[in-house]
Structures are given as structure tokens and as C-alpha cells.
Nanobody, 119 residues
Framework: QLAESGGGSVQTGDSLKLSCTYSTNQYCLGWFREVPGQEREGIATISTTLILTYADSVKGRFTVSRAGAENTLYLQMDNLKPEDTATYYC??????????????????WGQGTQVTVSS
């Protein structure tokens, strides 16, 4: 099971940190986001061996990390923009590869947390 927290409403340029707790350690964890009417977008993934993958849209602004001892995945989001407004989901995958942002590759999902960025 995965559960996200930390979403909220912020202004352009602000920062926000999302958390995702998980019950069972998984090889690959990722963050995705979805806007109504659009496809779910992969934005960052991290493996237990710290292989990191980022979408171009968030590279340099978002940082994914994981704390294995706490079974928690994080997404530090800096310099937020209105186009970052979405429901953010964490997801898990048991096997390689982890350098993928395809939602179809992930089998376990959280319920999502809303992030709204106003201009």
C-alpha cells in the first residue's frame, strides 16, 4: 500500500514537498501526475540503487529521494509553476527497469494528493 501526503495550494515560485509512505519496500518508486482530461505523466523515478530518472518538464526543479529505513518516498518541488497543477501519485514497481516514466510499468499506486499552483 502507498499513501501520499503533502499536497496543497501554493503560488508561483513556491516550494512544496510531497511524501509517500509504503508498506513494502520496492525496487522502483516513482511520482506521476495527472490533469483531468489528460494522460497520466511520469515525472520522476528512483530505484533502491539510486538510479534517478526525471521528465524534462521538472528536471532541475524537482528532486526525488527515498528513505528506506522510514519506508518513505519524497518529491521536493521547487520553483513551482501553474502548469505543475495536478493530482500527484506515487507508484511502485518490483523489478527492473527503473529508468522508465511509463505509468503502465508500475503496478501499485497511491490515492493521489492535489497540488495547485496559482499565478
Amino acid at each position: 500500500q502507498l499513501a501520499e501526503s503533502g499536497g496543497g495550494s501554493v503560488q508561483t515560485g513556491d516550494s512544496l514537498k510531497l511524501s509517500c509512505t509504503y508498506s513494502t519496500n520496492q525496487y522502483c518508486l516513482g511520482w506521476f501526475r495527472e490533469v483531468p482530461g489528460q494522460e497520466r505523466e511520469g515525472i520522476a523515478t528512483i530505484s533502491t540503487t539510486l538510479i534517478l530518472t526525471y521528465a524534462d518538464s521538472v528536471k532541475g526543479r524537482f528532486t526525488v529521494s527515498r528513505a528506506g529505513a522510514e519506508n518513505t518516498l519524497y518529491l521536493q518541488m521547487d520553483n513551482l509553476k501553474p502548469e505543475d497543477t495536478a493530482t500527484y501519485y506515487c507508484a511502485a514497481r518490483s523489478y527492473v527497469p527503473c529508468n522508465t516514466l511509463s505509468p503502465a510499468m508500475f503496478t501499485s499506486w497511491g490515492q493521489g494528493t492535489q497540488v495547485t499552483v496559482s499565478s
